[in-house]
Each structure stands twice: as C-alpha cells, then as structure tokens.
C-alpha cells in the first residue's frame, strides 16, 4: 500500500491518479490517518501552498510520529512542501521550524532572483511556475530512464538551500542555481511536481514505486 498523506494542502488527487496509473496493482490512499501511514509499504508526502500551514496540520492531526516513523523505514517520496519540510527551517511567514530530516533552511526567490534578467530580457516573476531543467547531479534509481536536463513542472515561490552536497541530486537555474530534488537512504524529494509533468514525471513515479532502498 502506497499513502499519501493527507496534510490539508492542495492536489492530493492528482499525485493519487498518477500514481494509480504508474503502479495499477498497488492500493494508494489519501488519507491522515496514522494507521494508513505505519502500515504503508510506501510514503508519499506532497503539498501546495504554505509550509505553515503544512506543518501545523501535521500537529493538528498527531501525524509527526508517524511520518518520522516512515522516514526512518519506508521509501519516502516529497513533492513541493514535501520537499521543503525535510530541513530545519523555512523563511515562510516569518520563520517556520520543520522536520530537520536534513540540514539546511528554505527561502524566498527574492534571496537569489531579486534584479536577475530571465533569458527573454524580463526580471524572473515570481512564483516560479511552470516548466524548466533540471540537471541530475548523481546518479539514483529514481532518476532511471529519464534523460538529464529533462524538463519538470513547478509551481513554488521558496527554495531548499542545502547544507550538504551529497544530499542533492538535481538542481534548476532561476536567476541562479537552486536545488530541485534531494535524496539520502530511503528519502527522495522533488521541488517539483512529477505528477504534472508528462512522461517524465510518470517515469519519476514509477521508478519510486519499484525502489527499494
């Protein structure tokens, strides 16, 4: 059984489906129920939004036990804030502490775009929305059959600054270099969305069903 976890934020159904149809004879679930969570084989945490919000669901529903747990023991995927809450703390709304699973902080586009020129002659816009690159960085399982600087789907105005080299696996220019996917032991996060994006992203998410870490 796949999870999903459910932590109030936006486009839970769509990471469902894609992963439905990437991976037809397992059960995938939505839900923040903390059993659904420990009797997962596998994780899956994505988000929309505000990592504020995010993280105080996680409170408000008892899930940070649980999640922790799978971190520790499952194959965990993070899309967008799933991504962002794996490190020690956010920018967003004045300073948001997160799970610390990684070392490093999240911050606003305006700590790297603010004055940059975009290839069109144009200040980068803030959020950053919609297709661009990204650079593997090391090899992983996750990255199977998907050709480096293949393009991806974002949507998200912060950015994970890491602490720890080894821990990226992807990075996107926007203005400047930022990271877009992280990866250590059983953990594999994306900035952004492979869900809405193509071939790529279905690869992406079936590669994560198969992997065992």
């Keep these: 059984m796949i999870t999903v976890v459910d932590a109030g934020t ?14 037809p004879g ?8 903390v059993a659904d ?3 997962a084989e ?10 504020n919000t995010w993280m105080r669901a996680l409170d408000d529903r008892s899930l940070a036990g649980a999640i922790n747990h799978a971190l520790d023991n499952l194959p965990v995927l993070g ?19 997160c799970l610390g699973r990684m070392a490093g902080r999240v911050r606003h586009f305006d700590a790297i775009t603010h004055g940059a020129q975009s290839a069109h002659g144009g200040a980068h816009k803030i ?20 050709d480096d600087a293949e393009r991806f789907y974002f949507v998200h105005s912060y950015f994970v600054e890491s602490d720890n080299s080894q821990d990226v696996v992807g990075t996107t220019d926007y203005g400047e270099t930022f990271t877009s996917a992280v990866a250590r032991d059983n953990v594999f996060a994306t900035q952004f969305h492979p869900e809405k994006s193509a071939e790529a992203g279905l690869t992406l998410l079936k590669n994560f069903c198969s992997w065992n870490p």
């Design 37 to 39: 969570i420990r009797g």
């Design 127 to 146: 959020p950053h929305m919609g297709w661009n690159t990204v650079h593997q960085k090391q090899p992983h399982p996750v990255w199977d059959g998907i």
């Design 10 to 23: 936006g486009n839970l159904r769509s990471v469902q489906k894609a992963l439905q149809f990437v991976a």
């Design 42 to 51: 596998r994780i899956v945490l994505p988000g929309q939004g505000a990592i």
């Design 79 to 97: 899309i967008c804030l799933g991504l962002q809450a794996l490190f020690a703390e956010s920018e967003e709304g004045g300073g948001v502490q």
């Design 26 to 33: 397992q059960d995938v679930l939505v839900s923040a129920d």
